[in-house]
């Protein structure tokens, strides 16, 4: 008979058991998903399939759905983890901010994001925007970074999305400043700091249009 069954309360893991199972996790999530790229750039995405990754990995194919719903989100799990952190980042800014710098220091996650192995990113780029069934993914994802920022900034002003056009406006012009800064850095090959394209981009509309 085990400890439940008599009525025991289970052993709770130490922090440190717990910090470990992270680490673990994250690192075979990691080693999947530089398997599956890989293969995605050698032999193009929709030749190669769920089995070829986990052989390529040595593990089941059950466990490379405990880390990824479908090969789709290998790929487009990292930009989805960026546009929660730009909806988090822009909710964590200070009410009084002007709209626009709040946008763009909530971009600010994108350039931690983009600043570690830059070939591998700008790999994951040009998969999504040569394989139409991503790139079709990855505009949904979009839209819903783009509902997510305009209801925290009609939030932050007070007012319905659904009658004001303000923060849907500035949630889609925010959007397109990032496409822009994104494709000037692909093109670059990585090679020109986020920030500053960032900055950039910004800078443009502020100086043709009234953002406050």
């Given at each position: ?109 994108v350039i931690v ?66 496409d822009v800064a ?31």
């Amino acid at each position: 008979m085990n400890g439940m069954a008599r009525g025991m309360s289970p052993e709770r893991p130490s922090t440190e058991t717990l910090g470990l199972r992270e680490r673990t996790r994250r690192a075979v999530r990691a080693e999947i998903a530089d398997a599956a790229l890989r293969l995605f750039v050698e032999r193009g995405f929709d030749e190669t399939t769920v089995d070829d990754v986990v052989a390529a990995v040595g593990v089941s194919r059950r466990s490379f759905f405990r880390y990824f719903r479908s090969k789709e989100d290998v790929v487009l799990g990292f930009l989805d983890d960026v546009g929660v952190a730009i909806c988090a980042g822009l909710a964590a800014r200070p009410v009084e901010e002007p709209p626009w710098v709040a946008l763009r220091r909530a971009l600010d996650e994108v350039i931690v994001a983009y600043a570690g192995d830059a070939n591998w990113i700008l790999a994951l780029h040009r998969l999504i925007y040569e394989t139409p069934s991503l790139r079709a993914r990855h505009l949904d994802k979009q839209d819903r970074w783009h509902r997510l920022l305009t209801a925290e900034l009609a939030a932050r002003a007070g007012v319905d999305p659904d009658k004001d056009l303000g923060p849907r406006v500035l949630a889609s012009t925010a959007m397109a400043a990032l496409d822009v800064a994104i494709s000037a850095w692909a093109e670059a090959q990585g090679r020109v700091p986020m920030a500053e394209l960032l900055d950039a981009a910004f800078a443009a509309v502020s100086n043709g249009t009234a953002t406050g």
